[in-house]
């Protein structure tokens, strides 16, 4: 077994007007998402807002998520930070709450050279006991290319895989291609179709899995069944969920949707225009037409 495999929640990260940590929210999102058959965690990553993460808030986090799991989830955490410094300071704190293993996003808002970010990634896993997912988030940061991610995979004993965000699959397959002993993770919930289809991934980092769990169950379940009607149409179902979102910032979005199901409320760290405010009811009003065919979709048996 590898040591990240199969279905992950990006965990959205509910915060107070203050932008502290809503902990009655999240605390039961955590229980919604248990009850769902989702027992594995990714905090703190694009989706959770990681740009608005300070180390006491990440503390919060991942001790809310300790609790509400009863010491039993599966928890990555997200390390992302502009420099050195602050990622190997949450990381830190990662392994003292109890974290499972790290996502190693690149460092954030300037672009980098690969040698930048090849030896970025090796003092933050050096500066660590936990195992490290490299987070390659080409959309923020600087993205990684396949040369530079092979070379981390093979040569820092603590860099086990990669959660691939870029909406590509180019780097999963030359891993598969390479024959590399890696921990392959979509972390583009637009391409783990086709990237199930093609074999070259061991499981999902999922943003939408964090709002509609029971998608991304039903699309992963049927994975030895790429070619059934049950795997195209959990497909087609995620691309109209998707196709949803696509006006919103993603973990705004995704709020909106915990925020229909009764979970959580949405809240955000800046103001929302009213013409925001219009398409969040209307995307409410969608859900609420669309969801219940996709609520009772069986699973394999």
């Given at each position: 077994m590898k040591k990240?495999?199969?279905?992950?929640?990006?965990?959205l990260t509910p915060r107070l007007p203050d932008d502290n940590v809503d902990v009655a929210a999240l605390d039961?999102?955590?229980?919604f998402l248990l009850s769902k058959g989702i027992s594995a965690f990714a905090m703190n990553g694009a989706t959770g807002e990681f740009c608005l993460t300070q180390p006491r808030h990440l503390r919060i986090i991942l001790s809310t998520v300790q609790k509400a799991?009863?010491?039993?989830?599966?928890?990555?955490?997200?390390?992302?930070?502009?420099?050195?410094?602050?990622?190997?300071e949450l990381a830190a704190i990662a392994q003292q709450e109890g974290a499972h293993g790290l996502l190693l996003p690149m460092?954030?808002?300037?672009?980098?050279?690969?040698?930048?970010?090849?030896?970025?990634?090796?003092?933050v896993?050096?500066?660590?006991?936990?195992?490290?997912?490299?987070?390659?988030?080409?959309?923020?940061?600087?993205?990684?290319s396949k040369?530079?991610?092979r070379a981390l995979i093979t040569e820092v004993p603590n860099i086990i895989g990669i959660k691939d965000s870029s909406g590509s699959l180019d780097i999963l397959r030359d891993l598969t291609e390479h024959g590399v002993d890696a921990c392959r993770i979509v972390g583009n919930d637009n391409v783990l179709a086709q990237a199930l289809i093609e074999g070259v991934c061991d499981g999902v980092v999922s943003g939408v899995a964090s709002a509609v769990p029971e998608l991304i169950r039903d699309l992963?379940?049927?994975?030895?069944?790429?070619?059934?009607?049950?795997?195209?149409?959990?497909?087609?179902?995620?691309?109209?969920?998707?196709a949803q979102l696509s006006p919103f910032p993603t973990p705004w979005g995704l709020k909106w949707i915990v925020e229909a199901r009764g979970v959580a409320p949405a809240t955000f760290s800046q103001p929302v225009?009213?013409?925001?405010?219009?398409?969040?009811?209307?995307?409410?009003?969608?859900f609420g037409e669309w969801f219940p065919s996709v609520a009772d979709t069986p699973t394999p048996r």
């Open positions: 990240v495999s199969g279905i992950y929640a990006v965990v039961h999102l955590i229980t799991g009863q010491g039993k989830a599966k928890i990555l955490c997200g390390v992302g930070a502009p420099g050195s410094a602050l990622a190997i460092p954030c808002f300037f672009p980098y050279q690969q040698e930048d970010l090849d030896l970025y990634c090796r003092e896993a050096g500066s660590t006991e936990l195992p490290v997912m490299l987070y390659n988030l080409p959309q923020f940061t600087s993205g990684l040369e530079t991610v992963y379940d049927h994975r030895e069944q790429t070619d059934s009607d049950e795997f195209r149409r959990a497909s087609r179902l995620l691309n109209e969920f998707i225009t009213a013409h925001r405010i219009a398409q969040s009811r209307q995307m409410a009003a969608w």
